[in-house]
């Protein structure tokens, strides 16, 4: 075999361990009864070292030299790129760290399951404490290495390219328009009566219901499932996906369209290059590209007023007892486009969210640069949550700092992703109706149009080019955030 053969040979073994590692991380969010966990965080810690030997294997570096010396097709030079870039990251951390770090996280993100509930910041500040110090020694080997600052090297992994000033650059003119639609759009919802679910909705049945809208979105069930877990989440690989929601029984309005936002990541997991799988080239670009799909689906689809007829009809079908009024098309259009100032990011509206990822990434942003200590989050959390929306945290971790699961597990750099993903899925949905008739598309119940753009433009190409080469490629210029914010003044504003 050539040196790039040999390099494929070894990436794919690596991706059949993340592979057995995906699905345990699934399982242990989902499935694992409780007792399981001290074992299993143990042995995903194994795991995770052995494959971290796997990427630093000193015949590595030798194979890497010869093969940049290979006559390599732009296909294969671009898998390249992405097979070095992923080596390089490993041999980054020594083993200890990302042991230590693996068995933290599991530790951490377990016991915040019930800490949450019981609105524990004490307790889970204790366990926090040391993956938060391991993620800090993580950024600044990362940093060191590649001239980043610390934040902006744990940025790397998930949005290769991006600087945290792109990044301050482009969030601060977000503050400058954000705040006043905000307040717009409550003002002129105040006046819009509608129907809010009341009565019992059985899980059973959103489940049923939310299958159904899976299928409209023709998701493939012969390579993936839907389950339930504490936070919605896609996981697994691409040959076998999972998603999860979690459902309220006093309503059904959020799980259902958390299917649809998972379905959207799904999606785009079972459209990446078949021909690639196993490497790094085969996988999502970004995790800000990875946003952009499920968002697509959940904002610039599920909540297209042709998409919401749709729901609307199946609802009714699924819930036949309740208040019929409740499913017309306009109650779930302005059920669906609702407004309001609130806590909980995972529950927030389209207009009121990025309020919540810039909060995040703040924090994140100066806690991993080392400007601030772990313990001032709570207070930082809620001095930002009264400048952005108007809500006080205080004494309130359930609802503040402690409700998201990124940071339990030293995820820090992720949040970003979420806004940067909703700017890009405006920006394909302006460039797809230039050659699909979406609307007619979402009406006929034939999605196949919309995801044939997306197959063509987006999924089939992997990592084989750069964040900006993609959207480029797609919409004929780079990440311009006018159309995210056309997008949600002709939404909300229509009429103003």
């Known amino acids: 075999m050539s040196a790039f053969e040999k390099l494929v040979s070894h990436s794919k073994k690596i991706a059949n361990f993340n592979h057995l590692s995906s699905i345990c991380s699934w399982d242990q969010a989902s499935m694992m009864p409780e007792g399981g966990n001290q074992a299993r965080s143990e042995a995903m810690a194994e795991l995770s070292v052995h494959i971290h030997s796997l990427h630093t294997q000193p015949q590595l570096a030798d194979w890497f030299a010869e093969a940049e010396q290979e006559a390599l097709t732009k296909e294969q030079t671009a898998s390249l790129r992405e097979l070095k870039r992923e080596w390089q990251q490993a041999n980054l951390l020594p083993e200890d760290l990302v042991q230590a770090k693996s068995l933290a996280g599991s530790k951490c993100e377990h016991a915040w399951r019930s800490q949450r509930k019981s609105n524990d910041w004490q307790g889970f500040e204790k366990n926090w404490a040391?993956?938060?110090?391991?993620?800090?020694?993580?950024?600044?080997?990362?940093?060191?290495?590649?001239?980043?600052?610390?934040?902006?090297?744990?940025?790397?992994?998930?949005?290769?390219?991006?600087?945290?000033?792109?990044?301050?650059?482009?969030?601060?003119?977000?503050?400058?328009?954000?705040?006043?639609?905000?307040?717009?759009?409550?003002?002129?919802?105040?006046?819009?009566?509608?129907i809010e679910p009341t009565g019992q909705f059985a899980a059973e049945k959103q489940k049923a219901l939310g299958l159904e809208v899976m299928q409209l979105l023709q998701f493939d069930f012969?390579?993936?499932?839907?389950?339930?877990?504490?936070?919605?989440?896609?996981?697994?690989?691409?040959?076998?996906?999972?998603?999860?929601?979690?459902?309220?029984?006093?309503?059904?309005?959020?799980?259902?369209?958390?299917?649809?936002?998972?379905?959207?990541?799904?999606?785009?997991?079972?459209?990446?290059?078949?021909?690639?799988?196993?490497?790094?080239?085969?996988?999502?670009?970004?995790?800000?590209?990875?946003?952009?799909?499920?968002l697509f689906f959940e904002m610039q689809v599920g909540r297209s007023d042709a998409f919401i007829a749709h729901l609307a009809n199946l609802a009714s079908k699924h819930f036949d007892g309740?208040?019929?009024?409740?499913?017309?098309?306009?109650?779930?259009?302005?059920?669906?486009?609702?407004?309001k100032k609130d806590f909980i990011r995972v529950d927030a509206?389209?207009?009121?969210?990025?309020?919540?990822?810039?909060?995040?990434?703040?924090?994140?942003?100066?806690?991993?640069?080392?400007?601030?200590?772990?313990?001032?989050?709570?207070?930082?959390?809620?001095?930002k949550m009264q400048q952005y929306l108007g809500l006080s945290t205080e004494g309130n971790y359930i609802n503040g700092c402690m409700q998201d699961i990124h940071w339990t597990d030293g995820v820090f750099g992720y949040f970003p992703s979420y806004t940067l993903g909703a700017m890009y899925a405006a920006q394909f949905m302006a460039a797809m109706k230039q050659s699909v008739d979406v609307d007619a598309a979402i009406r006929s119940s034939d999605l196949t149009p919309i995801f044939s753009w997306l197959g063509d433009n987006i999924w089939s190409k992997g990592s084989?080019?750069?964040?900006?080469?993609?959207?480029?490629?797609?919409?004929?210029?780079?990440?311009?955030?006018?159309?995210f914010q056309e997008h949600l003044r002709s939404r909300y504003l229509n009429n103003v």
């Open 322 to 339: 309740a208040n019929p009024d409740l499913f017309s098309q306009q109650n779930f259009q302005k059920l669906y486009t609702r407004v």
């Open 349 to 383: 509206d389209e207009l009121t969210y990025p309020a919540h990822v810039i909060l995040r990434y703040e924090i994140e942003r100066d806690l991993i640069n080392g400007n601030i200590k772990h313990t001032d989050v709570p207070e930082l959390w809620n001095l």
């Open 130 to 194: 040391e993956v938060v110090k391991l993620s800090q020694e993580e950024a600044q080997l990362r940093a060191e290495a590649n001239g980043l600052t610390p934040y902006d090297a744990m940025l790397d992994i998930y949005e290769p390219g991006t600087s945290s000033a792109s990044l301050d650059t482009l969030f601060a003119d977000v503050k400058l328009w954000l705040p006043e639609m905000i307040d717009l759009v409550i003002e002129k919802q105040a006046h819009e009566a509608f």
């Open 464 to 483: 084989l080019l750069t964040t900006d080469e993609l959207v480029k490629g797609a919409t004929g210029e780079t990440l311009n955030a006018k159309y």
């Open 222 to 294: 012969n390579h993936g499932r839907l389950d339930e877990s504490v936070h919605p989440f896609c996981g697994g690989v691409p040959s076998d996906v999972r998603i999860t929601t979690r459902y309220n029984e006093q309503e059904f309005v959020q799980s259902l369209m958390g299917i649809v936002h998972e379905t959207g990541h799904a999606r785009y997991e079972q459209g990446l290059p078949k021909a690639l799988a196993g490497t790094p080239a085969g996988e999502a670009r970004s995790m800000g590209i990875h946003e952009s799909q499920s």
